[in-house]
């Protein structure tokens, strides 16, 4: 096992016209991130529409990302799925294709902690020598008491927490002493709170164009600047607040290829910007901070 850390964009899947996975596009797209000094991908989350492929699909995506990284940095793979036996083939296939981790969500329909905890024993005991982290997105079934039980299990190594509760969070980070625990937080908006609160790293999907604001975050807190990374995460959020008025999954589209990445999509249920929608949004992007955080 290892302790996870740094930046790690949430990676998009390029996709072809008829919906295949674009494995030029991915190539450059990874290229260009580990260029920029990302510390890590994480493949196959909802930014890179993971629920929306088949298995076979995913499979392949996995395949493609570890064959475009090169072990120039770590993967970790998302294999979450409502039904297990997907997620434990998930699993299996990333664990031997050498991912450095594997994670997923809490699926829906597992009301009680004790599902929750079968379903994770089950993903662990899939790959039995992968990090394993969960993702809690927006959810309230992930609290501590859960993460807490999660620690009895031994590839369990923290967990993707995409939500804006700081204190909880804090909790989370605090019941990793003593082993290998890497917290993320998930929100990419509320990353430089997660720093100061203790986050071993941030993962998440604007970093697929602008990762340098959120090293840069980290480094300005680790030098005691935390007015300065306050700053910084205000012009990145300025950002992101127009990628969500427009719709987050369309407008990513639009922003990636601003930089010249054309990553095609997004995937049902999220629907793509139509012609003038896609051109107004360029225009606030251009009249942002957009290139100068990408530049970063």
Not at 242 to 271: C, K
């Amino acid at each position: 096992m290892r302790n996870f850390e740094g930046v790690w964009p949430a990676l998009v899947t390029p996709a072809t016209e008829n919906g295949e996975i674009n494995e030029d596009c991915l190539n450059a797209l990874i290229d260009h991130l580990v260029d920029k000094g990302v510390d890590g991908l994480y493949v196959g989350g909802s930014t890179g529409e993971g629920l929306s492929r088949s298995v076979g699909q995913r499979m392949k995506l996995t395949e493609l990302a570890v064959k475009a990284v090169q072990e120039r940095v770590p993967v970790i793979v998302h294999v979450g799925a409502v039904a297990l036996p997907d997620a434990l083939h998930l699993a299996r296939h990333a664990a031997e294709l050498g991912a450095a981790g594997i994670s997923s969500i809490l699926p829906p329909d597992y009301e009680s902690e004790e599902s929750l905890w079968r379903y994770y024993a089950g993903i662990a005991a899939a790959a039995p020598t992968t990090a394993l982290l969960a993702y809690i997105l927006n959810d309230d079934r992930g609290t501590p008491g859960l993460m807490k039980r999660l620690q009895g299990l031994p590839q369990v190594a923290g967990a993707k927490y995409t939500g804006p509760d700081m204190y909880e969070f804090r909790h989370m980070i605090d019941l990793g002493e003593g082993r290998y625990w890497s917290m993320f937080t998930g929100m990419d908006e509320m990353c430089v709170y997660g720093v100061l609160a203790g986050a071993a790293g941030t993962i998440g999907s604007t970093l697929n164009f602008m990762p340098g604001v959120y090293r840069e975050i980290r480094r300005l807190v680790a030098a005691g600047d935390a007015n300065g990374a306050s700053s910084l995460q205000e012009r990145a959020n300025a950002v992101t607040t127009i990628l969500h008025r427009y719709g987050y999954m369309g407008a990513q589209v639009v922003a990636l290829d601003l930089l010249g990445f054309n990553v095609g999509g997004p995937r049902l249920p999220h629907l793509p910007l139509n012609d003038d929608l896609a051109g107004s949004l360029r225009e606030e992007l251009q009249g942002s901070d957009f290139f100068q955080l990408c530049a970063l």
